[in-house]
């Protein structure tokens, strides 16, 4: 499965983020961070996708910001990224010595309640995302599993890394709603150890973002070892056209947008962001240095040899998504909230 759209939204963003930075470039030379080292908090374990783009940025940020700093990775899995999310909101320095890849479930954990109390998602300050994400439901090649009628005609293992996580969530909206029979098998500390889990049999599916399969597994799309269910999304991706949008399950106005508020976490993706409380003057810096970096030939290619594709947005686009999805229609977010609930009984 080849992914193209890596360098045309870069060259896009080119054009669209430079028009706009002067002034910010301008205040951001106000803020130096010479003989610092900048820590990207990740709150999931080493070898998943938030790891991936995490490390991608922590060895080209730093060439960008006043000083140039070192920076360098932390992973602090846990909670489904809830414990770095309460570390960024309490304990973690606002000075800029620390950042973080963000949940991409920050603002829908927000409205589904349960969250920790210290975390407030539009206090965070995000710095800019490096990619959408479109997570997909697979399963290993031997399950009899291999499309989502099979999943509501029998029961199918799937791992997961915590109750409130994205692939138990999704998994239980798709149990209580549209009938089918997932099993999930949580407690899993990200999508590495999944993926482990998947190969060594002991479940049969996880969800896996597209984006970094042929930068984490590239066998097994040529080897044909997975079965794709769905894609979390609402249309299917011009590059993934043979796998189902999950929105496709729908059979009515109610149910579409139910799933549509679950694929709204991919355009949060892997988004940078500053913890609450950060200066202004030191976000700037950040969004500045991000905008540089985003379109940097040297960062461009270090993706391209990752395997890691680009979708670019500013730290004013990540802002207003996550504010959008707060505000969703308080009747979808009820029906959400009941299933929920219901899973929990």
Do not use: C
């Not at 999943?151 to 999704?170: C, F, K, M, W």
């Not at 060594?200 to 794709?228: C, M, Y």
């Not at 609450?276 to 003057?281: N, Q, S, V, Y």
Request: aromatic fraction near 6%.
């Amino acid at each position: 499965m080849e992914i193209t759209r890596i360098w045309t939204v870069a060259a896009f963003a080119m054009a669209t983020m430079i028009s706009t930075g002067a002034t910010t470039i301008a205040n951001a030379e106000e803020v130096d961070f010479s003989g610092k080292t900048i820590t990207i908090v990740v709150g999931f374990g080493a070898g998943g996708g938030y790891d991936a783009y995490g490390r991608l940025a922590a060895d080209h940020l730093g060439k960008h910001l006043e000083g140039n700093p070192t920076v360098i990775v932390e992973n602090m899995p846990g909670g489904a990224g809830q414990r770095s999310a309460v570390y960024m909101a309490t304990a973690a320095p606002k000075d800029g010595t620390s950042i973080t890849v963000i949940p991409a479930s920050i603002a829908f954990d927000a409205i589904r309640g349960g969250m920790a109390s210290e975390i407030e998602p539009l206090a965070f300050r995000p710095i800019g995302r490096l990619t959408s994400i479109i997570e997909a439901q697979l399963t290993w090649h031997d399950s009899p599993t291999k499309t989502f009628a099979d999943a509501q005609e029998r029961e199918t293992l799937v791992a997961g890394d915590g109750a409130r996580g994205n692939a138990s969530t999704v998994l239980s909206v798709m149990n209580a709603r549209f009938g089918a029979k997932f099993n999930p098998v949580l407690g899993y500390k990200g999508t590495a150890d999944m993926a482990l889990a998947m190969e060594r049999g002991e479940v049969e599916g996880i969800v896996h973002p597209l984006q970094t399969l042929d930068a984490t597994h590239p066998d097994w799309v040529s080897e044909n070892k997975v079965n794709f269910l769905w894609q979390q999304a609402t249309a299917r991706h011009p590059d993934y056209p043979e796998i189902p949008a999950i929105v496709e399950f729908a059979d009515d106005a109610e149910g579409k947008a139910l799933l549509s508020l679950l694929a709204s976490q991919g355009e949060i993706g892997r988004s940078l962001s500053a913890p609450p409380g950060t200066p202004p003057e030191t976000v700037e810096a950040f969004r500045a240095a991000f905008e540089a970096m985003i379109v940097d030939p040297d960062f461009i290619a270090d993706a391209r040899t990752r395997n890691l594709p680009l979708d670019p947005a500013t730290g004013e686009e990540v802002e207003a998504l996550i504010a959008a999805t707060i505000e969703s229609p308080a009747e979808v977010t009820a029906e959400l909230n009941r299933i929920l609930e219901a899973v929990k009984e």
